[in-house]
């Protein structure tokens, strides 16, 4: 499964959108690109999940690039309540390889 | 929605004692999965299911076991709590579907052993 790579920080504005960037630059034709999201002492929450065309749920949106190296997960309008660790991970189907890594600690302020 | 349930939020259990950590979900999915996660190791896959009394060792499975005796129950059995089980426990569960397989996690157990 190909490695991502995000920053392990970023601040947002309470109201504003979040744009929480991911690169997968090795990322295999099979590979879906998955956003969850880790509030403190919680279990990790879905968000969203694409191959190749920009998604959008009522969490947020995800944007993958056309060459699919990278991606951005949106959240429109951020609130305290974002406020988490939220990780990338490229995956295939291959249960037994789901790698969480650092992701990226999301601070919103009011 | 999904929901992934596990039996605790918080346990403390003294070394040498038989733990069990249950986690039950309620949509019918085929895989059950249990994770530990600690501070600067990411999650970390312990045992994975696939079917009713199947199992499969994941990357770290010594010093545990698991049962699964109904499709909506994965449980997780330290047959000898030590000081180094100390962790964030997470269960998850996932249908396959054409090439997807998104997981879906519990809240966690966190376990103190002492």
């Known amino acids: 499964d190909a490695k991502t790579t995000q920053p392990p920080s970023m601040d947002c504005a309470e109201g504003r959108a979040a744009n929480l960037p991911c690169n997968h630059s090795t990322i295999s034709g099979n590979e879906y690109v998955y956003w969850y999201r880790q509030i403190h002492s919680q279990g990790p929450q879905y968000i969203i999940h694409g191959l190749k065309n920009n998604e959008t749920n009522e969490m947020a949106s995800l944007i993958i690039t056309e060459d699919r190296k990278s991606s951005t997960l949106i959240l429109p309008h951020a609130t305290l309540r974002d406020t988490a660790v939220y990780y990338c991970i490229a995956l295939s189907y291959n249960f037994n390889k789901f790698y969480f890594g650092s992701g990226t600690k999301l601070n919103v302020k009011p | 929605d999904v929901k992934v349930t596990q039996s605790s939020r918080y346990l403390v259990k003294r070394t040498g004692e038989k733990v069990f950590l249950e986690c039950v979900q309620d949509m019918d999915h085929e895989n059950m999965f249990w994770y530990r996660q600690d501070p600067g190791l990411g999650l970390r896959l312990i045992y994975f299911s696939y079917d009713v009394k199947m199992k499969e060792k994941g990357d770290i499975p010594e010093g545990y076991s698991v049962s699964r005796e109904k499709k909506e129950r994965f449980s997780l059995i330290l047959e000898s709590a030590s000081t180094n089980q100390t962790s964030m426990y997470l269960c998850?569960?996932?249908?396959?579907?054409?090439?997807?397989?998104?997981?879906?996690f519990g809240p966690g157990t966190r376990l103190l052993v002492l």
């Open positions: 998850a569960s996932s249908q396959p579907d054409d090439g997807q397989e998104t997981q879906y």
